[in-house]
């Protein structure tokens, strides 16, 4: 199976900060990545696919680049609503797989 | 309205049985293939089962493969997760979750509300 290894595990940051997440995979899944969002009690929403297409109706603030192994998520000026926890996933090949997450907080 | 509704999880002993299901409404349900994904207490998702659109393909996990079956009802526009000898680390709100696309199997861009299975005695 892809492994999928997102950094940081957890970040503490303020609003308005641009804050970065990276998603490495194990080996190659071109640009079948896909970026989530998701709050406490609540099921994943999707933001990116496609490694950098913006998901209908998510703010432009996020964006995401990346193809091969290396995979970024960039959230240019960090809102209130924003604070959550981040997964990426691949799907170039079953068994599908997630990163274990990154946790976004408030400084 | 566009929407997945999971039903069929509950507390059952370990090495019992549980019939999960995903009513689809919407969209044209056998266009896309499906997923269950699921998440633990505290943890992360994790990605465990999926099936083509026609139902003729199927794609488990290793930690569920033997043990769990997933198919789908597309008359009904249903999908399914058959799970038996259910273990502790089983214990996860189970999602269903649609492909933006059809001709891709992955990037979620509709999930269910989940629903809650427990595994313990």
């Known amino acids: 199976a892809i492994r999928m290894t997102q950094s940081p595990s957890s970040l503490s940051a303020s609003t308005g900060d641009r804050v970065t997440i990276t998603c490495r995979a194990s080996q190659g899944i071109s640009s079948y990545l896909a970026w989530y969002q998701q709050k406490p009690g609540k099921a994943p929403k999707l933001l990116i696919y496609?490694?950098?297409t913006l998901q209908s109706g998510v703010p432009s603030r996020f964006s995401g680049s990346g193809s091969g192994t290396d995979f970024t998520l960039t959230i240019s000026c960090l809102q209130s609503e924003d604070f959550a926890t981040y997964y990426c996933q691949q799907y170039y090949s079953y068994p599908q797989t997630f990163g274990q997450g990154t946790k976004v907080e408030i400084k | 309205e566009v929407q997945l509704l999971e039903s069929g999880g509950g507390l059952v002993q370990p090495g019992g049985s549980l019939r999960l299901s995903c009513a689809a409404s919407g969209f044209t349900f056998s266009s896309y293939a499906m997923s269950w994904v699921r998440q633990a207490p505290g943890k992360g998702l994790e990605w465990v089962s999926a099936i083509s659109g026609s139902g003729g393909s199927t794609y488990y996990a290793d930690s569920v493969k033997g043990r769990f079956t997933i198919s789908r009802d597309n008359s009904k526009n249903t999908l399914y997760l058959q799970m038996n000898s259910l273990r502790a680390e089983d214990t996860a709100v189970y999602y269903c979750a649609k492909p933006g696309t059809v001709t891709t199997p992955g990037g979620f861009d509709l999930w269910g509300r989940g629903t809650l299975v427990t595994v313990s005695s």
């Open positions: 496609a490694a950098s």
